[in-house]
């Protein structure tokens, strides 16, 4: 069963001064299926709290359906069964977080018999047990966002929307909250985040979905990022003369050297034999052999700004480049 399901969403808005409607939605279709960790990715304008806002009910759309549980998205039902992170939400700063919480859990429909040890629970699983009884209004950004994420997950919802969950996040946080989707995930919930820490959604996501200007250009699974044509073999050597690396040139894209080891970049998967043989013929030492393939980063920017800058990057990460090691 799709949990999500968006098809051929259109959306326009008025200018502040003329009067003509400028379309920021092109057809934008979707699903997320139960279970599943579902990314949606895109530049600053794309679309993206758009589409959030209309997921949930809070803007109408110009056209097209969206279906939440398989029912009209908006609905009470639905609706209750959703927990939701805005990128920048509000929080009452006179209020601590064990009252924020409870006021929260109230309005998800909590009983008020199970809440006190509900949101006691919550809030460790966040992090913010120490400070329960501590004023919002003293909370660094990321207690803050925490305390968002403690909200969002209160009520147990089935389908988690989040709008940049990793903001204000140091390291530990960002690992805590990664954490914490992959353990909802594994109890079956379904997560549909935006983010622009890409690492962190390829770490996620199942599947990834790009927007570029209104528009759903991509949608790529974890798989197959995995097995894409472009992917390389990095082969890791000690011991390595300028006599090996001559017999193995025509099949490496580039060779960098660290310290002792040096590491080549095979052209392609079909070449490793050779290049192990090769080297291994000369005496090298083999260290280490790695797949290699294209970060989401490297789509992502192919995507919005066209494909030459994946190999630009590629190139870049290369740098720097050595013919040989001086003996």
Same mark, same amino acid.
């Given at each position: *069963?799709? &949990?999500? !399901?968006?098809?051929?969403?259109?959306?326009?808005?008025?200018?502040?001064?003329?009067?003509?409607?400028? @379309?920021?939605?092109?057809?934008?279709?979707?699903?997320?299926?139960?279970?599943?960790?579902?990314?949606?990715?895109?530049?600053?304008?794309?679309?993206?709290?758009?589409?959030?806002?209309?997921?949930?009910?809070?803007?109408?759309?110009?056209?097209?359906? &969206?279906?939440?549980?398989?029912?009209?998205?908006?609905?009470?039902?639905? *609706?209750?069964?959703?927990?939701?992170?805005?990128?920048?939400?509000?929080?009452?700063?006179?209020?601590?977080?064990?009252?924020?919480?409870?006021?929260?859990? +109230?309005?998800?429909? &909590?009983?008020?018999?199970?809440?006190?040890?509900?949101?006691?629970?919550?809030?460790?699983?966040?992090?913010?047990?120490?400070?329960?009884?501590?004023?919002?209004?003293?909370?660094?950004?990321?207690?803050? !966002?925490?305390?968002?994420?403690?909200?969002?997950?209160?009520?147990?919802?089935?389908?988690?929307?989040?709008? =940049?969950?990793?903001?204000?996040?140091?390291?530990?946080?960002?690992? *805590?909250?990664?954490?914490?989707?992959?353990?909802?995930?594994?109890?079956?919930?379904?997560?549909?985040?935006?983010?622009?820490?890409?690492?962190?959604?390829?770490?996620?996501?199942?599947?990834?979905?790009?927007?570029?200007?209104?528009?759903?250009?991509?949608?790529?699974?974890?798989?197959?990022?995995?097995?894409?044509?472009?992917?390389?073999?990095?082969?890791?050597?000690?011991?390595?003369?300028?006599?090996?690396?001559?017999?193995?040139?025509?099949?490496?894209?580039?060779?960098? =050297?660290?310290?002792?080891?040096?590491?080549?970049?095979?052209?392609?998967? =079909?070449?490793?034999?050779?290049?192990? !043989?090769?080297?291994?013929?000369?005496?090298?030492?083999?260290?280490?052999?790695?797949? !290699?393939?294209?970060?989401? =980063?490297?789509?992502?920017?192919?995507?919005?700004?066209?494909?030459?800058?994946?190999?630009?990057?590629?190139?870049?990460? +290369?740098?720097?480049?050595?013919?040989?090691?001086? @003996?």
């Amino acid at each position: *069963m799709n &949990v999500l !399901q968006v098809e051929e969403l259109r959306k326009s808005f008025r200018g502040e001064i003329s009067l003509a409607r400028r @379309e920021v939605l092109h057809g934008v279709t979707f699903y997320a299926g139960s279970g599943e960790i579902l990314g949606f990715l895109g530049p600053n304008g794309a679309g993206k709290t758009t589409t959030i806002k209309i997921i949930l009910g809070l803007a109408r759309p110009d056209s097209g359906l &969206v279906s939440v549980f398989e029912r009209p998205a908006g609905e009470r039902s639905v *609706m209750a069964r959703i927990g939701y992170l805005p990128e920048n939400p509000y929080f009452y700063p006179h209020l601590t977080l064990r009252e924020f919480l409870h006021f929260c859990g +109230r309005m998800s429909g &909590v009983e008020g018999g199970s809440i006190a040890t509900l949101l006691s629970q919550t809030a460790e699983r966040v992090g913010l047990a120490a400070s329960l009884d501590e004023r919002l209004k003293g909370f660094s950004k990321g207690m803050l !966002q925490r305390a968002g994420l403690a909200q969002t997950i209160l009520h147990d919802p089935d389908l988690l929307i989040l709008d =940049e969950p990793f903001s204000g996040l140091d390291p530990l946080g960002r690992t *805590m909250v990664r954490d914490l989707l992959l353990e909802l995930k594994g109890r079956g919930k379904t997560i549909f985040f935006s983010s622009h820490i890409l690492p962190d959604m390829e770490a996620l996501c199942d599947r990834t979905c790009i927007i570029r200007e209104g528009v759903i250009v991509r949608s790529i699974g974890l798989d197959e990022l995995m097995s894409l044509e472009k992917c390389m073999v990095e082969v890791t050597v000690r011991h390595c003369d300028r006599e090996a690396v001559e017999a193995v040139g025509d099949y490496i894209e580039s060779m960098l =050297e660290r310290g002792e080891d040096i590491t080549f970049l095979v052209k392609s998967r =079909e070449f490793v034999r050779a290049v192990v !043989q090769g080297l291994y013929h000369h005496g090298a030492e083999i260290v280490r052999i790695e797949p !290699q393939h294209a970060t989401l =980063e490297e789509i992502f920017i192919s995507e919005v700004t066209g494909r030459g800058k994946m190999e630009a990057v590629r190139s870049k990460e +290369r740098e720097p480049v050595v013919s040989g090691r001086k @003996e």
